[in-house]
T-cell receptor
């Protein structure tokens, strides 16, 4: 069975410092993995996705994530946090089913301190 | 393109009342989904549709019904609202089959049941 664990419910960083949001997954298949961002009172926006091509995936707004099969991880990073990065981040795993089932992690809330 | 839109944005119901949430997408997507978002739980799938005229149950379908009479619209109904259905509801759409295809989300409907 698939599952997604986001290891930190809340992360706080200072503006200009690196961001690391951790995600571990379990899947019986070769998964597709996604990171979505949700700003307050907004819908979810895709940051990046892994679909079995390059293991290092670059996304929007300077974010990137590395797929590590041996560690079943898909951590999200950014070299330098910006105030506008404050939001909720969701790691998502998808598997091939009749409707392409997706499992959402519980989310990590990122705060950026000026 | 407007993408995925949801109507209404906010609603307050009394226990036992009924309502319908409308989701519309202008991307000619085949797949559509309804989720609910509750604090600390990520998003959970209520119902989904893989094409016009088809619907199926997701993870938490009890108390909800759906219809997909037109390809671009996916309606979520609450026949007799309960306080446990207080949540934020998101609609999403996807172009077609393939776990590597991302879902596009609407802005959400915030529902409170008193």
């Amino acid at each position: 069975a698939q599952s997604v664990t986001q290891l930190d419910s809340h992360v706080s960083v200072s503006e200009g410092t690196p961001v690391l949001l951790r995600c571990n997954y379990s899947s019986s298949y070769s998964p597709s993995l996604f990171w979505y961002v949700q700003h307050p009172n907004k819908g979810l926006q895709l940051l990046l996705k892994y679909t079995s091509a390059a293991t290092l995936v670059k996304g929007i707004n300077g974010f990137e994530a590395e797929f590590k099969k041996s560690e079943t991880s898909f951590h999200l990073t950014k070299p330098s946090a910006h105030m506008s990065d404050a939001a909720e981040y969701f790691c998502v795993v998808s598997e091939e089913t009749s409707y392409d089932k997706v499992i959402f992690g519980p989310g990590t809330s990122l705060s950026v301190i000026p | 393109n407007a993408g995925v839109t949801q109507t209404p944005k906010f609603r307050v119901l009394k226990t036992g009342q009924s309502m319908t949430l409308l989701c519309a997408q202008d991307m000619n997507h085949e797949y559509m989904y309804w989720y609910r978002q509750d604090p600390g739980m990520g998003l959970r799938l209520i119902h989904y549709s893989v094409g016009e005229g088809t619907t199926a149950k997701g993870e938490v379908p009890d108390g909800y019904n759906v219809s997909r009479l037109k390809k671009q619209n996916f309606l979520l109904g609450l026949e007799s609202a309960a306080p446990s259905q207080t949540s934020v509801y998101f609609c999403a759409s996807k172009g077609g089959a393939g776990s590597y295809n991302e879902q596009f989300f609407g802005p959400g409907t915030r529902l409170t049941v008193l």
